[in-house]
């Protein structure tokens, strides 16, 4: 599974941006697909996931109310729509893809991941 992330950029707080990740290679809807991201000096952090097929979400308490995760399977993209931003927000933001047995909150279980976008959020 090849992943491809793209959408960050700069922008002010309060602001809205959206991911992409475009996924393409062997494919399945027993996946499950999420958003890392990983801040300078800090361990990467869950922010979304979402159950291929079922279409569940699930959100930290952090991004909970802000952040959407969907998917189109047509284009069998992954998308991140985060709203509100903060200057916390701001890191590097990674798709990521797995099998749907295990966590999904724990970066470690996943195999395949996208090669990141920077968001960044001015005060």
């Known amino acids: 599974v090849q992943l491809q992330a793209c959408g960050g950029g700069l922008v002010q707080a309060r602001d809205s941006l959206r991911l992409s990740c475009a996924a393409s290679?062997?494919?399945?809807?027993?996946?499950?697909m999420g958003w890392f991201r990983q801040a300078p000096g800090k361990e990467r952090e869950f922010v979304a996931a979402?159950?291929?097929?079922?279409?569940?979400?699930y959100y930290p308490d952090s991004v909970k109310g802000r952040f959407t995760i969907s998917r189109d399977n047509a284009k069998n993209t992954l998308y991140l729509q985060m709203n509100s931003l903060k200057p916390e927000d701001t890191a590097v933001y990674y798709c990521?893809?797995?099998?749907?047995?295990?966590?999904?909150?724990?970066?470690?279980?996943?195999?395949?991941w996208g090669q990141g976008t920077q968001v960044t959020v001015s005060s």
């Open positions: 990521a893809a797995k099998t749907g047995s295990g966590v999904y909150y724990v970066a470690a279980g996943y195999p395949y």
């Open positions: 290679g062997r494919t399945s809807t027993n996946y499950v």
């Open positions: 979402i159950r291929w097929s079922e279409g569940n979400t």
